[in-house]
């Protein structure tokens, strides 16, 4: 409309470094309240596969039945084709009984201890009906064989003992259950921006210099072997903790240096669990957060919210 100021923005995202199980980007041109929900949703409600029903027929180990169902279920397992996947409470293939190609995947585990030796029954004896759902594999890239690169440790058995095992795992969200979880961390800092006051700088002597750029706990600043000037190295390091404000301050030099945070610039950080790469979790929490806001437009009508957004329509109506 005319004569009214325009609140649209166009955030934009530069990656800084990016592997399979890490990412660090930075997101400008928004609000922090874009930044904590692109966090929250990447955290809760980007979908993965977890095992969520576990069939025990035989189980001699040390650990009792309800252990082990725990302990399977926060195995990771790729998910790549999650966001396709059906929950199961939805899927009208099996009437949400949560046992068909759609929305499950079946995992067999069997192993008996015939030797002396210990056995450690890891991730990798999980046997999946579908090849592009299974355990994440944290082994070693280089290749060298090690025993701790076998998987994640189910249960470790002694001679005779045996555990025979059906395991069904399904689609879900963290906020259901943190097993869902599709992230390590994710976190978000607001970028700093410092400016020293170079004229009050040089009336300082070189010991003073040294003993303003040694008050912060971290190494933002030091001092310029060649023109002894200080000079800021990281500014991302600074941690808001103050004391560098607080030094200047007892030095009698208010105003030395000037910090504040950049209210529309954030440096995120996200480490996966495995289940989908860095990369793919960020793109997946936009799409589902473009979801969850196209829901809000259509609230009014809730006939066509319902039709088209399912159960999310009535959840962000509070239903």
Not at 54 to 69: R, Y
Request: hydrophobic share 40%; net charge negative; aromatic share 6%.
């Amino acid at each position: 409309m005319d004569g009214i100021a325009s609140y649209q923005r166009f955030p934009t995202v530069k990656i800084r470094e990016l592997k399979d199980d890490y990412a660090k980007f930075e997101l400008r041109n928004t609000d922090a309240s874009i930044a904590n929900a692109l966090r929250r949703v990447m955290i809760s409600e980007v979908p993965t596969v977890a095992i969520d029903l576990v069939e025990i027929e035989i189980n001699s180990t040390v650990l009792n039945d309800e252990f082990l169902a725990h302990r399977l279920g926060l195995v990771p397992l790729t998910s790549e084709r999650a966001m396709s996947m059906r929950f199961s409470r939805d899927c009208d293939a099996c009437d949400g009984d949560g046992q068909c190609e759609f929305c499950s995947v079946e995992f067999h585990l069997r192993a008996k201890c015939i030797g002396d030796q210990t056995l450690d029954v890891t991730s990798k004896d999980l046997y999946s009906s579908d090849h592009t759902v299974v355990p994440v594999d944290f082994s070693d890239a280089s290749g060298y064989e090690n025993s701790e690169q076998r998987g994640i440790i189910i249960v470790k058995l002694r001679r005779g003992q045996e555990l025979k095992l059906r395991a069904i795992a399904r689609k879900g969200i963290g906020k259901d259950h943190a097993k869902w979880s599709p992230a390590a961390t994710v976190t978000f800092m607001y970028e700093p921006a410092i400016h020293i006051n170079q004229e009050m700088m040089e009336s300082l002597t070189l010991d003073e210099k040294q003993s303003f750029v040694d008050s912060s706990p971290t190494k933002v600043f030091e001092i310029d072997d060649e023109t002894h000037q200080v000079k800021i190295v990281d500014s991302e390091a600074y941690a808001y903790d103050e004391e560098v404000l607080k030094k200047a301050e007892a030095m009698g030099k208010p105003g030395l240096v000037e910090i504040y945070a950049k209210e529309d610039s954030f440096i995120f950080t996200v480490e996966s669990t495995g289940a989908v790469k860095a990369s793919q979790l960020v793109l997946n929490a936009i799409d589902i957060l473009k979801q969850k806001l196209d829901a809000v437009r259509l609230s009014e009508d809730t006939v066509e919210a319902d039709d088209q957004f399912g159960e999310l329509g009535a959840h962000m109506r509070g239903g």
